[in-house]
T-cell receptor, first 112, second 115 residues
Framework: EAQVTQNPRYLITVTGKKLTVTCSQN?????MSWYRQDPGLGLRQIYY???????DKGDVPEGYKVSRKEKRNFPLILESPSPNQTSLYFC???????????FGSGTRLTVV | AQSVTQPDIHITVSEGASLELRCNYS??????LFWYVQSPGQGLQLLLK??????LVQGIKGFEAEFKRSQSSFNLRKPSVHWSDAAEYFC?????????????FGTGTLLAVQP
């Protein structure tokens, strides 16, 4: 089944403790992206990648890092999480502009 | 600046009634247009998309959308709503130019369905 897989689905952590949210897609898509979803703000792009080793900042990149060492994986790294990063995070992949994105099921992160 | 506006934050309709969700965009050129649905606790699912051709596009789950260039709109419609359509709906756009494939979302419309 074609899908984007994120892990974990739920995560509660403490301020300052480094964490990684994994994302993997099995569709050989070129593009991958991370979004955060907050009430009243919709979905905002954090980082995106156009291919292996090609990444760029989205609209809200502060406090996040990404890497794209393999085509299928695009992990999101929070080096020092803060409470304002409490949010619902989505990873997504796409083959091209005309195709739209396929989304993962989301990771609900709480930073206390 | 490029933007997507969904004027209705929350809409309630009766089961069996028709539905129209509004979406307006602000772009230099006609962008690629998408509608996504997010059921409670779920990820986003693509309902339909438009980038050229017939301005009335059909999607999954009985939804359709009409692109109107003169109004910079891409409204989502369904003739008869089912209780399972209760969800949040997002309009989104991608710029047709450049190499990036950045999807920009509206803030969403939450649909409630009354029995």
């Amino acid at each position: 089944e074609a899908q984007v897989t994120q892990n974990p689905r739920y995560l509660i952590t403490v301020t300052g403790k480094k964490l990684t949210v994994t994302c993997s897609q099995n569709m050989n898509h070129e593009y991958m992206s991370w979004y955060r979803q907050d009430p009243g703000l919709g979905l905002r792009q954090i980082y995106y990648s156009m291919n292996v080793e090609v990444t760029d900042k989205g609209d809200v990149p502060e406090g996040y890092k990404v890497s794209r060492k393999e085509k299928r994986n695009f992990p999101l790294i929070l080096e020092s999480p803060s409470p304002n990063q409490t949010s619902l995070y989505f990873c997504a992949s796409s083959q091209g502009k005309e195709d739209g994105y396929t989304f993962g099921s989301g990771t609900r992160l709480t930073v206390v | 600046a490029q933007s997507v506006t969904q004027p209705d934050i929350h809409i309630t309709v009766s089961e069996g009634a028709s539905l129209e969700l509004r979406c307006n965009y602000s772009y230099g050129a006609t962008p690629y247009l998408f509608w996504y649905v997010q059921s409670p606790g779920q990820g986003l699912q693509l309902l339909l998309k438009y980038f050229s051709g017939d301005t009335l596009v059909q999607g999954i789950k009985g939804f359709e959308a009409e692109f109107k260039r003169s109004q910079s709109s891409f409204n989502l419609r369904k003739p008869s709503v089912h209780w399972s359509d209760a969800a949040e709906y997002f309009c989104a756009v991608v710029s047709p130019s450049g190499a990036t494939n950045k999807l920009i979302f509206g803030t969403g419309t939450l649909l409630a369905v009354q029995p």
